[in-house]
């Protein structure tokens, strides 16, 4: 490809304004926890089934908040203090912005493909689903609250949620110290959360410097590697399939629409045998070196 996929993906998503990262630079970094639950050393036996357990339970959560729950059913669990679900709100208002506003005519646009491309259909069917099943009440509210995803953004972040705070958190500060960095692996690495080893992947382009550790240098390095943090979420339970988020914005940002999973488009869209090689090489070192939990 010739622009990074993650790239393309930010340009396709209204960037939030955010105030600052006062409160996370602040905070007591060891007290915080993922949504998952971040335990001291996770990294027993039974540990490890606990946090698979956990893993399983919050991709079923997060299945049903993505794929099936309505507008009033996500605005709901994020009054009721929900953390994924004030993120998930945070992401309806945005993507409702973002179909109404820059999105609006590339959608037309990608209907009218559709009718001629069969392979194309299922992917724009399911976001002009999405839009009716989610943006009319949502548009609503946003003109009354035109900040109304910034501010369930910053209600996740601040009350714990470790994808909310590190989505927040990047969209405040130019760059990410390699420590910074660090303490975002971690989080993902502890808890497992595939939500989590994504966002990594949206973090890459503001690290700041090459990684110090010579072994897993090469899975911070061009935009090969920002597709093998995205297949390592993939991999770990993240929702790559067609009619997923990720999916949706490739086909909006791209207009690679006929789909039915990332790897299947970055098979098509990657033809160069070496970059394919060094993607591989790097997906190994992320899941083999830097998120494994490693036994006592």
Known sequence: M???VVIALCVAVIVLGAGGAWWWMGRDRGSSSSTLGVVGNPF?????????????QFIA????????ASYIDIRQAAIDGDLVAQRRLSEVYEDCRMFDVSMNRTLVMLSNLAKGNPRYAPTVSGMLGDRARLCVQAEADLAKNPGAAEYWLHRSAKSGDAVSEMRYFSRSVPKL????YQYFIDKARVSGDPDAIFELSLLLPKLD???PDAIQATAFEG?????AWILA?????????RGS???NLVCLSTLSCAHSSFEGYLDESVSDPAQRALRQQQLAVIESSILTPKAQ
């Open 2 to 4: 010739k622009k990074s």
């Open 44 to 56: 027993s036996p039974a540990e490890r089934t606990q946090r698979a357990e956990r893993v399983k």
């Open 61 to 68: 959560h997060r299945r049903q908040l993505w794929r099936e």
């Open 177 to 180: 110290s390699q420590t910074q």
């Open 209 to 211: 410097g090459k990684w």
């Open 223 to 227: 935009g090969t590697a920002e597709q």
């Open 233 to 241: 979420a993939c991999r770990a339970g993240y929702d790559c399939a």
């Open 245 to 247: 988020r990720l999916m």
